[in-house]
């Protein structure tokens, strides 16, 4: 089975919910880059990679340029991604380019699973029937009466977690959102995620003025090319870190797993290059006795962590998933708090082609 031919779509969808802002980003759309991959014997995967509002169309650039190398190839994913990533590798070996990768190779997989018959998540191999669901939100400028507003109805929902920005210029104010969310959920998993937004001196101060909170991670609290600066972080406080949302390729992960510099690898499937070196990312962790908890897009996140014997959760990003950016025929539910793969061959999202030309860039 070879590939016949590579189509594109770039689409920029807005969020339903309203802009999100964080301590860093200010964002009021969603950029999809949609890939469609059409074998000699008629079957057609998709794939999609995401961006935060900016920079899709160079991506599908990228695509566009790697899709004229791969007409004619024998449909074998594994093989494909790294001759691919070979190819793009002179333009940088994470980043743009693996963001690019990302959509390729998930149109690849869906190929595989549809000439199996088979749903992805047996296609990768199933090692559970489903995973537990978070609830996260962008949620540092909702006040305190709407952030737990918000924590309420994820808890009524049934979510198996939450998670909520911190970085308030007073610290005093992160403490009393903090402990009205917990007052909400009880005992449940509550994270925290700083979106990169500390420095080394503040960081330790600021987490550990966090203490009596309970909280399972706190996720990204430096910039992420700092790996020597988490692992010492680490040292300095006793709340577990999360990391993975900004880094690109395993040689990174290797990095932040052998400085000793990360808990929770919170791989993000497109921006690592998409499913083939995910699966890497999550063999490399389960070495190193890490759970996985990745990054975003949840409905192709919750399968593959169906297919690893550390996936630990899934992230549902409030207004951001596909099924709430209206991207999907379909939406993908999360039930009680579990996401449950379903059985249709391939990886099951049906975009809304409608939609998404209205929107298309």
């Not at 089975?1 to 802009?19: C, D």
């Not at 994470?94 to 998540?121: C, M």
Request: hydrophobic fraction near 40%.
């Amino acid at each position: 089975m070879k590939i016949a031919s590579v189509q594109t779509m770039t689409t920029r969808l807005p969020i339903l919910t309203g802009e999100w802002r964080d301590t860093i980003h200010h964002v009021t759309h969603i950029e999809l880059v949609v890939v469609d991959i059409t074998s000699d014997t008629g079957i057609t995967g998709t794939g999609v990679s995401h961006t935060s509002g900016s920079g899709a169309k160079t991506i599908e650039a990228l695509i566009v340029d790697l899709g004229e190398s791969l007409v004619g190839k024998e449909i074998q994913p594994k093989r494909l991604w790294h001759e691919a990533w070979q190819y793009l590798h002179d333009l940088g070996g994470a980043g743009l380019t693996t963001t690019a990768l990302g959509a390729v190779d998930i149109a690849l997989w869906d190929v595989i699973a549809k000439a199996a018959d088979q749903p992805l998540v047996d296609v990768l191999g199933r090692t559970r029937d489903r995973i537990p669901v978070y609830g996260s939100g962008i949620n540092l400028g909702l006040t305190t009466e709407e952030l737990v507003e918000q924590a309420r109805k994820w808890h009524s929902d049934g979510y198996r977690g939450f998670k909520v920005k911190v970085g308030k210029p007073d610290i005093d104010e992160d403490v009393e959102r903090l402990t009205k969310v917990r007052e909400v959920i009880g005992s449940m998993p509550l994270m925290v995620d700083a979106n990169q937004g500390w420095g080394p001196e503040l960081a330790p101060r600021r987490i550990n003025g966090l203490r009596g909170l309970d909280l399972t991670w706190v996720e990204e609290p430096l910039i992420s090319d700092d790996v020597a600066g988490h692992a010492r972080l680490r040292t300095q406080i006793e709340t577990p870190i999360g990391v993975g949302e900004n880094i690109y390729n395993i040689f990174q992960f290797r990095d932040y797993l052998v400085g000793g510099a990360v808990d929770f690898v919170q791989a993000d499937i497109v921006r690592v290059g998409g499913i083939t070196p995910w699966m890497e990312i999550a063999a490399l962790a389960q070495a190193f006795n890490r759970p996985m908890a990745p990054h975003f897009m949840m409905e192709l996140s919750s399968q593959v962590l169906c297919a690893v014997p550390n996936g630990w959760i899934a992230e549902d990003v409030e207004g951001g998933s596909l099924s709430a950016l209206k991207a999907l025929r379909t939406p993908h539910r999360v039930v009680d708090g579990y996401y449950v793969p379903a059985d249709t061959a391939g990886h099951g999202l049906d975009f809304d082609r409608e939609y998404m030309e209205l929107h298309r860039t």
